[in-house]
């Protein structure tokens, strides 16, 4: 199964080349995130698109743990939503976030996911580097860079099939 095995194969990688990303597969990329499904079809979300590296190396301070690859990342795609839209957005955001996952991985570049929203000054500090209107919430940072390192494929017989219920719990 195709699907499965680009699943299976998305890891989150956080060392990358020094290498940049080509404009074709980063439109590719947003093409991922804009045919994302979302509630009610209202697409709440913006995407800002952040190559300068003196911009990641600043967004790397966005947290104390957890945002340090940006400093080697080729780029970052920043995923805003507009909560006024919808009470779904932060959901909204995740399946946008989750497409360019497993699309970044499919092309064979590393990609991982780095959580603003919510985090003390992170939102801030994401918002003042990419100019972003107040009205915007930041719900994340998606790295992005061709790997420089290799993880293994998760692999299936290792799953938590214990937390499946049918019908029931």
């Known amino acids: 199964n195709n699907c499965?095995?680009?699943i299976?194969?998305?890891?989150?990688?956080?060392?990358?080349?020094?290498?940049?990303i080509e404009r074709e597969k980063t439109e590719t990329l947003l093409q991922a995130a804009l045919a994302s499904?979302?509630?009610?079809?209202?697409?709440p979300w913006e995407f800002v698109v952040v190559e300068d590296k003196d911009m990641l190396c600043r967004m790397a301070?966005?947290?104390t743990y957890g945002s340090q690859m940006l400093k080697e990342a080729a780029a970052g795609?920043?995923?805003?939503?507009?909560?006024?839209?919808?009470d779904t957005w932060q959901c909204d955001g995740a399946i946008?976030?989750?497409?360019?996952?497993?699309?970044?991985?499919?092309?064979?570049?590393?990609?991982?996911w780095v959580q603003v929203y919510n985090r003390e000054g992170a939102e801030e500090l994401v918002r003042s580097?990419?100019?972003?209107?107040?009205?915007?919430?930041?719900?994340?940072?998606?790295?992005?860079?061709?790997?420089?390192?290799?993880?293994?494929?998760?692999?299936?017989?290792?799953l938590q099939y214990d937390k499946i219920h049918y019908g029931q719990y």
Not at 77 to 86: G, K
Not at 98 to 112: F, P, R, V, W, Y
């Open 77 to 86: 795609i920043v995923i805003c939503m507009d909560a006024s839209q919808t």
């Open 61 to 63: 301070g966005c947290r």
């Open 96 to 112: 946008a976030a989750e497409n360019i996952l497993l699309c970044a991985s499919d092309m064979g570049l590393g990609a991982c």
């Open 129 to 158: 580097v990419c100019k972003i209107p107040e009205q915007l919430h930041v719900l994340c940072i998606i790295s992005l860079g061709y790997p420089n390192e290799e993880k293994r494929p998760i692999n299936p017989e290792h």
């Open 4 to 6: 499965l095995d680009i």
């Open 37 to 43: 499904p979302s509630s009610k079809h209202l697409n």
């Open 8 to 20: 299976l194969h998305r890891r989150s990688i956080r060392r990358y080349q020094d290498r940049p």
